[in-house]
């Protein structure tokens, strides 16, 4: 099993470009999570969905959009990137105990 | 809002000497509690959990935390740190089945030969 699986692992955009990064996850599970990481923040949530066909608003959601394509997939879009999205990104799903991270995409915006 | 904090940005230890990385939160019930460690570059791998019942958890890697509801806290230990655990740790809160997962800012444990 690969777990949770993320694409790219690293991107440079320029500022106004759109992209979106990949989540897969072959663990069955319902619920998936799109986090940010910065320096000295920790962890933030931007989006999840619950399960297949829903999707909320984390802590940090302006500037992004989500869509849960099927149980496995969970992708993150940013339709006009700027800098302050410089950021690692996490994609990852609930267990019946925790939650299982991908190994993130680093986001560089010039 | 459950909140959760670190006090302690960076930490530097002796290979082979013992460790505590504190974690308190804020909760208005006993959340779900969690110790993650990230080595650069790396995803977040769960050290350990408290759920209920006994108070000291054991975790992989030698880590064990022990939950204090009248201190809010949920701090890791480790008897004798290894130079491979130089990493950064993360405490976090859950209080709804995954859906208000809260993540602390993190420390970062450096280790001296």
């Known amino acids: 099993n690969a777990g949770v699986t993320q694409t790219p692992k690293f991107q440079v955009l320029k500022t106004g470009q759109s992209m979106t990064l990949q989540c897969a996850q072959d663990?069955?599970?319902?619920?998936m999570y799109w986090y940010r990481q910065d320096p000295g923040m920790g962890l933030r949530l931007i989006y999840y969905s619950a399960s297949e066909g829903t999707t909320d608003k984390g802590e940090v959601p302006n500037g992004y959009n989500v869509s849960r394509l099927n149980k496995r997939e969970f992708s993150l879009r940013l339709e006009s990137a700027a800098p302050s999205q410089t950021s690692v990104y996490f994609c990852?799903?609930?267990?019946?105990?925790?939650?299982?991270f991908g190994p993130g995409t680093r986001l560089l915006v010039l | 809002a459950q909140s959760v904090t670190q006090p302690d940005i960076h930490i530097t230890v002796s290979e082979g000497a013992s460790l505590e990385l504190r974690c308190n939160y804020s909760y208005g019930a006993t959340p779900y509690l969690f110790w993650y460690v990230q080595s650069p570059g790396q995803g977040l791998q769960l050290l350990l959990k408290y759920f209920s019942g006994d108070t000291l958890v054991q975790g992989i890697k030698g880590f064990e935390a022990e939950f204090k509801r009248s201190q809010s806290s949920f701090n890791l230990r480790k008897p004798s740190v290894h130079w491979s655990d130089a990493a950064e740790y993360f405490c976090?809160?859950?209080?709804?089945?995954?859906?208000?997962?809260?993540f602390g800012p993190g420390t970062r444990l450096s280790v001296l030969p």
């Open positions: 976090a809160v859950d209080g709804n089945y995954g859906q208000n997962f809260v």
């Open positions: 663990m069955n599970h319902n619920s």
């Open positions: 990852a799903t609930q267990g019946a105990e925790t939650q299982y």
